[in-house]
């Protein structure tokens, strides 16, 4: 088994801590996980990409390779196709719908969506929405995770306990927010 | 034994705490930031090590070699344009005869992820005649920083390890052995061999001379592999490159020769026995093409070696799978075609509410259609070389700014303006500063103060924002052209006015534009709250 996902998004949107809990439940599943991350001048506000692998055995290169990644998971639409090249032909995407428009030059949203909604294996999700209705739309990455939950190649009850851990320390009302979140996102992909 | 789940840099930092690491010393630099950064956590939670942040690169690495002086183990942690800083002292320590381990570890940015430049540490590594050892995983990174320790004190030269980007923020399971205590205080006995007079240097010199030998005897058996097998290629990897090379190596149609390199100086035996074994080379390294140039030289070589001085590995770019792939004649794979979409580029931007936007429209303001040259610095204020601002000239390397507008004045170019941060200020700003105010050069300088340095995720800044005043004025900067201004949106129009008039001031003008980094004072506000309701 091999399963390799890059993340995409805009600095601030928290795509490392989406990125920290499925790879905390693949090592906890037993699997073997790289994962690289980009800090400092790239997340301000710039794009932000991080690279996920995890195998059945030793995962040797840190970046996954093109072709390779089995999902594209991405907290913003546009950010999602910077990286198409990389997706395997049988991958899935999973996007949030909700841009980040923090540049002039933004395409129209519907032609990006649009483009998205034209590649096999598309998921859209709008994070944000569900995040607020679920209680805070600081949990807006927590509808992508669910959404790609049926796709990732791990127990959702392993998913479950890494949610619950990632956010234990702030209370059960923040845990809470996050798994209702995380259900509302699965469900809406299902 | 136990299993942690570690960035390459915390790693380096875990395995310096159980090499017995006494003190610790930084400045915070991407992607070498962590390493401190854990190690702070790390004596906040046990009381040990002592680690702290320092002004700069080269302060760092002196208080090191002080704890060295003592017999005890230290380690230095930099990014690689910070070894530039640090350099006067660590090129003279190697000549030292230390004695309590010295580790320096030296984050490289091959690609150019958040830095100006991409050199290589291994260079510097081989101009000092000392050892670097190149770790290719987290678990790499703790053994291997282990090790140095013991190296370090064995040879007595300061032992380099070189990160680069993709291992230092490569999360990886660590597997951690027994922890040592710290080394009893046992300072040197020896004044001469730590006194670098031309006539104790020369024969420390010699010293270090003959000790290559020694060193190279080590590399050419530990730290590095060599597995003759097919005769038509061998494959050099160097640190991280080994990866890349091993995702690619099951598709190859035959199993090459391979030399995996993870200790310097250079292991010239290994090297002469892979060359002799195969019809041609290929060095995959991140970075410069080190390896590669040591063995093409000026001579025609015996065999053919590729790599990135070839054009079988693109000059420049951190290394890939993909690269390598191509390298090694493997197609690539098929991803899913571009979008037919033209994909605007994102470029990092000031957050929104930064107090540098404000100092940067008082700059605009007052210098409209003045022609005035404004010379930046290295921080998050860089980014107002950016739309919507382009507000700066030049950016070069920490402190900088203040040299470069001087050197703009004494060439005649009125106004010249210098914008640094106050924690680039404190780590190189302060020594130009002091030729400019000697001089009474006719330039201004603008202190963008936000009390932390907020590019590397917001550590202190050396001296408090209230103190920065009493520097000045110690400094020798003139009191009718030194103001401390809070900058803020409502104050823009009066702080444009008051810059406006130093910039018509005929010898120097220093303004502070103070106002606290928007995301260390959202923390600090969060702590605060989260305080009131722990105590409520």
């Known amino acids: 088994m091999k399963y390799d996902i890059i993340l995409a998004g805009v600095g601030g949107q928290g795509v490392l801590s989406l990125s920290g809990i499925i790879a905390a439940a693949a090592m906890q599943e037993g699997l073997s996980v790289k994962q690289s991350e980009v800090h400092g001048m790239s997340q301000r506000g710039g794009a932000v990409l991080a690279n996920l692998r995890m195998a059945g055995r030793p995962v040797a290169s840190d970046l996954v390779p093109l072709g390779c990644a089995s999902l594209i998971l991405s907290m913003e639409p546009l950010e999602r196709l910077r990286y198409l090249r990389y997706l395997s032909p049988s991958g899935a995407l999973v996007t949030s719908t909700e841009p980040v428009r923090n540049i002039d030059d933004y395409p129209e949203l519907e032609r990006v969506l649009e483009t998205i909604r034209s590649l096999p294996r598309a998921v859209l999700v709008d994070g944000e929405r569900l995040a607020r209705k679920a209680g805070s739309a600081r949990a807006a990455n927590m509808p992508l995770v669910g959404a790609a939950s049926a796709l990732l190649p791990l127990k959702l009850d392993t998913l479950e306990r890494c949610i619950a851990a990632r956010f234990a320390s702030k209370g059960q009302a923040v845990v809470d927010t996050n798994m209702k979140a995380f259900h509302a996102g699965r469900e809406a992909a299902a | ?536």
Not at chain 2, 424 to 433: A, Q, R
Not at chain 2, 462 to 478: C, V, Y
């Open chain 2, 1 to 536: 034994m136990n299993e942690h789940v570690l960035l390459g840099d915390e790693a380096v930092a875990l395995g310096a705490v159980h090499a017995g690491l006494t003190a610790a010393y930084g400045y915070p630099g991407t992607p070498s930031t962590e390493i401190v950064e854990f190690l702070i956590r790390h004596a906040e939670r046990h009381g040990r090590p002592l680690a702290s942040w320092t002004t700069n690169e080269k302060t760092a690495y002196e208080a090191a070699l002080g704890v060295s002086l003592a017999g005890r183990r230290t380690l230095v942690a930099m990014k690689h344009v910070g070894l530039n800083v640090a350099a006067d002292p660590f090129i003279n320590s190697a000549l030292l005869d230390l004695g309590g381990g010295l580790v320096v570890v030296v984050a490289d940015d091959p690609g150019m992820h958040s830095s100006q430049n991409g050199q290589d540490t291994r260079f510097y590594a081989d101009f000092a005649r000392t050892l670097c050892l190149e770790p290719a995983n987290a678990q790499e990174a703790y053994d291997m920083t282990r090790e140095a320790f013991d190296l370090s004190e064995r040879f007595h030269v300061p032992a380099v390890i070189r990160l680069v980007t993709r291992l230092a923020h490569s999360r990886g399971v660590v597997r951690t052995g027994e922890a040592r205590g710290q080394n009893p205080p046992r300072p040197a006995a020896d004044r001469a061999a730590w006194t670098l007079l031309p006539s104790y240097a020369r024969e420390l010199w010699r010293g270090l001379l003959e000790r290559q030998h020694e060193l190279r005897a080590y590399t050419s058996r530990h730290g590095n592999t060599l597995s003759l097998a097919d005769s038509r290629l061998g494959v050099v990897t160097c640190g991280i490159a080994r990866n890349y090379y091993e995702e690619n190596a099951d598709d190859l149609p035959f199993l090459p020769s391979h030399l995996h390199i993870g200790a310097y100086p250079m292991p010239v035996d290994l090297l002469r026995r892979l060359v002799a074994h195969v019809d041609a080379v290929l060095v995959l390294e991140d970075g410069y093409p080190f390896v590669q140039r040591a063995l093409g030289g000026v001579l025609t070589p015996p065999r053919e070696v590729r790599g990135r001085q070839t054009g079988a590995l693109p000059p420049d770019g951190e290394l890939t799978p993909d690269v390598v792939r191509v390298a090694l004649g493997l197609p690539l794979r098929a991803g899913l075609p571009p979008a037919a979409l033209a994909l605007p580029t994102r470029p990092p931007q000031l957050c929104a509410g930064c107090p540098h936007i404000d100092t940067f429209n008082t700059i605009l303001k007052a210098t409209r259609d003045l022609g005035a040259r404004v010379t930046s610095d290295i921080g998050c204020y860089t980014l107002g070389a950016l739309p919507p601002y382009s507000a700066v000239d030049s950016c070069v390397c920490m402190g900088a700014s203040i040299g470069m507008a001087k050197g703009l004045a004494d060439a005649g170019v009125r106004p010249a303006l210098a914008v640094i941060g106050d924690s680039t200020f404190l780590h190189s700003g302060i020594t130009p500063l002091v030729d400019a105010i000697a001089a009474n050069t006719p330039m201004t300088v603008v202190i963008a103060d936000n009390e932390v340095v907020a590019m590397t995720g917001g550590q202190p800044s050396a001296i408090p924002s209230s103190r920065m005043k009493r520097l000045l004025l110690g400094l020798g900067a003139d009191p009718d052209h030194l103001h401390i201004l809070d900058t803020h949106p409502k104050t823009v129009e009066r702080n444009a006015e008051i810059l406006r008039r130093e910039i018509d001031h005929p010898g120097l003008s220093v303004i502070v534009t103070v106002r606290e980094c928007i995301e260390t004072a959202r923390d600090r506000k969060r702590m605060r709250l989260a305080m009131a309701g722990a105590t409520a």
